[in-house]
């Protein structure tokens, strides 16, 4: 089956999130949600939620899922707004727990923090299948830019979160806790041992060098052929060795610190104080 696939562009955070539905039916996906927050001020908004929710509601659509890729550094899940306003159940996959681990020591989190993935309604492992309406989903366990990334194969078309970027930009970076150059490799021919026509979608564009517009679509066989990081036959080792040096010289996402402590929670904020007010906090020297 071919689902239909919308795409909301945020410019803010180079995110693209997308809503996939079945090709005759109302049953839909949202895959990677974008909640808009301003750090100089600290105020969340939700016009790119907003943007989702009228497109979902004009085409009369049933949200079944609000899958995440993985744990976003770059941008905070609108996931739980989105549940309130549209349904649909909350997915990640299951190494979620390695990342809640891990961050949860970094962010100080105490006790009440729970490290077993229950904040979401459904956890992921390699090989499980879910289906939106007539569509079957298909789960790969693709990590290497964090433990826990997924590709979600829906029909023809394989979400990829931020394992593969377009074939003129390459592949993402390894270096938060828990990346692996070596596992995203590995992980990414997982993804090109699909059908060549496979539709991929990925998760952020930064338009390449010489490239006008931002895109955000290709195909598992111009992967292999142009990835300038990964197509024409790489090789394991030059491809650590390209990305462990390119990851040496970038600087940490903006949003990380919001980003991982909302999004380890299924895009929840923290637990509000006595007063009800939600603080999040800046660890020095941990990142």
Known sequence: MQPNVTAFFDEATNTISYVVREPQGRAAAIIDSVLDFDYASGHTDTASADAIVAHVEAEDLDVRWILETHV?????????????????????????TVVQNTFGKVFNEGTEFQRDGSQFDALFDEGDSFHIGQLRGDVLHTPGHTPACLTYVIGDAAFVGDTLFMPDFGTARCDFPGGSANDLYRSIQKILALPDATRIFVGHDYKAPGRDDYAW???????KAKNVHVGAGTAEAAFVEMRQARDATLGMPKLII??????????????????????????????
């Open 72 to 96: 976003h550094a770059d941008h905070l899940s609108a996931a739980p707004y989105l549940q309130e306003r549209l349904g649909g159940k909350i997915g990640i996959g299951d190494r979620i």
């Open 258 to 287: 919001p980003s991982l402590q909302v999004n380890m929670r299924a895009g929840n904020m923290p637990d509000p104080d006595a007063e009800g007010d939600v603080f999040l906090k800046v660890p020095v020297n941990k990142l």
């Open 217 to 223: 679509e290709s195909t598992v066989g111009e992967q």
